[in-house]
């Protein structure tokens, strides 16, 4: 059962950019299309782009927009309670947290463009499956929840999810420095860490909101969301896995046998 939305909810968001179920499936097929396909073949005889200014300046707007966006879920959270015990689903209370959702989406297809440089960079590794499918889900999820289910239930997860993309986007800012700042991103391993723990937060706070809050969540929200938020911890535990703890156990034993 979805949250009963007041009367005009869905008039005036409807009205909102990129609120047309076609201009998201746009963006999403062209993305898919151009990262897996149309890019690869257009830079295969071409020398990467040197895009190091571009890249900090971008990942400063990353920076500044995913802290500000945390700030004001933090606020309304704070306001509302971390597990509200009212249903205020008035129209001032949804066009909140609309307009918070809505800035949401629209970061998280603006995250689209990390994978389109990836190709103009020509660091193909970096473009996975679970880099790929996290992207698009998020901007599906993201839609979808402002159009059908823009409840209280997400506003904590934003919290979390948007301070991981701040420190996340910080050490792709000082990555795009160059080898100088080598030196700074010794934490890199832990970013993957940050995620696994944000996983585990946000799903425990669902639980938790679901049972206790008088509110009713959509069982249709809450399985998506609960489901993917598994396979993300799986396909994380996976990338960090094979990328630092294998490189760990090689590492010594490569040791132990020069020893």
Known sequence: ??????????????????????????????????????????????????????LILYNIIKITNSSVLAYKFLAYVVDKGLFPRKCEHDDRTMYIIAVLYWKYMATKILDLFDTVFFVLRKKSS?????????????????????????????????????????????????????????????????????????????????????????????MVSYWVGVSNLAIFMGLFTDFYRKNYRLKSVSLVCNRQAID
């Open 1 to 54: 059962m979805l949250l009963q939305l007041p009367k005009g909810y869905l008039s005036f968001v409807e009205r909102w950019p990129l609120m047309n179920p076609n201009d998201v499936i746009f963006i999403i097929v062209t993305y898919l299309i151009f990262v897996l396909k149309i890019g690869p073949f257009l830079m295969a005889r071409r020398e990467p782009f040197k895009m190091k200014g571009f």
């Open 126 to 218: 970096q473009i996975t499956f679970l880099h790929v499918y996290h992207h698009v889900f998020m901007v599906v999820i993201s839609w979808s929840s402002l159009k059908y289910d823009p409840s209280d239930h997400w506003a904590f997860m934003a919290v979390v999810n948007c301070t991981i993309h701040a420190i996340m986007y910080t050490y792709y800012g000082l990555s795009a420095m160059g080898p100088t700042y080598a030196k700074y991103l010794w934490w890199k391993k832990y970013l993957t860490l940050m995620q696994l723990i944000q996983f585990k937060i946000i799903i425990l706070h669902i639980a938790i909101q679901t049972y206790t809050s008088p509110c009713p969540m959509s």
